[in-house]
């Protein structure tokens, strides 16, 4: 290498090395992301919620039982997460206090987003499915509904489905953006055995990790 080469070769490296750290970071690494996620796994304790038509299984056990696996697909991905219950038992002893501490816990400052686990039930026993609710006219509650309907019903071999604005405590009183997933019908019969099921919990657990991903860090558009 001649001496011009070499100053060229040095001067090449110098302007890479310093565009290099003068950049900004446009794209967040996906593994050292700086986010607070609170998960709410619905009822618990005196409070179980819908119950199984066919097996009597209570929603509460299954909120749980999923949103636990929620909470590991998200923090083996760097994120933090809060959780309102790391068991079976409720935060409070009266339903008033139970969702006096839910909602403080939604309101966590720093929080990214809040999602709330629960089943489904209705008279129409042939419904079935996931859905997902935000708050009417929360725009990012919206999205952040909509990445994770996505995900769920892509993963579970549903329909694509639209998420439903709805006016409920655990997407009204946070003030990060929120959504609340209902995971299945405990009304129908088929959803009801689904939903017991391991691979299907982690199935949906690991899709609904994977759109609360997609609302937080968006894919690069092309
Ligand atoms: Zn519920």
Redesign the pocket.
């Known amino acids: 290498m001649n001496r011009i080469s070499a100053l060229f070769l040095s001067l090449l490296l110098f302007a890479c090395g310093s565009a290099e750290t003068a950049a900004p970071v446009s794209t967040p690494a996906p593994t050292a992301a700086p986010f607070l996620v609170v998960l709410d796994f619905?009822?618990g304790g005196f409070d179980g919620?819908?119950v199984g038509a066919e097996t009597g299984v209570k929603?509460s056990d299954l909120n749980l039982a999923i949103g636990l696996q929620v909470k590991d697909a998200l923090e083996s991905r760097g994120l933090t997460v809060l959780v309102t219950r790391a068991d079976e038992a409720a935060l409070a002893s009266t339903k008033k206090a139970d969702m006096r501490a839910r909602g403080e816990l939604l309101q966590t400052p720093g929080a990214s987003c809040t999602v709330s686990i629960?089943?489904n039930k209705f008279s129409d026993r042939s419904v079935s499915g996931p859905m997902t609710f935000y708050q009417p006219g929360a725009e990012e509650g919206r999205r952040l509904a909509q990445c994770v309907i996505d995900r769920v019903t892509e993963a579970v071999g549903k329909k694509p489905r639209l998420a439903n604005p709805a006016n409920n405590f655990v997407t009204r009183v946070p003030s990060a953006p929120s959504a609340l997933v209902e995971c299945g019908f405990l009304s129908n019969r088929a959803d009801e055995q689904d939903l017991q099921d391991e691979t299907y919990q982690k199935t949906l657990a690991e899709a609904i990790a994977a759109g609360i991903l997609d609302f937080l860090m968006p894919p690069a558009s092309p």
Do not use: F, P, T, V
């Open positions: 619905g009822h919620g819908a929603e629960h089943m």
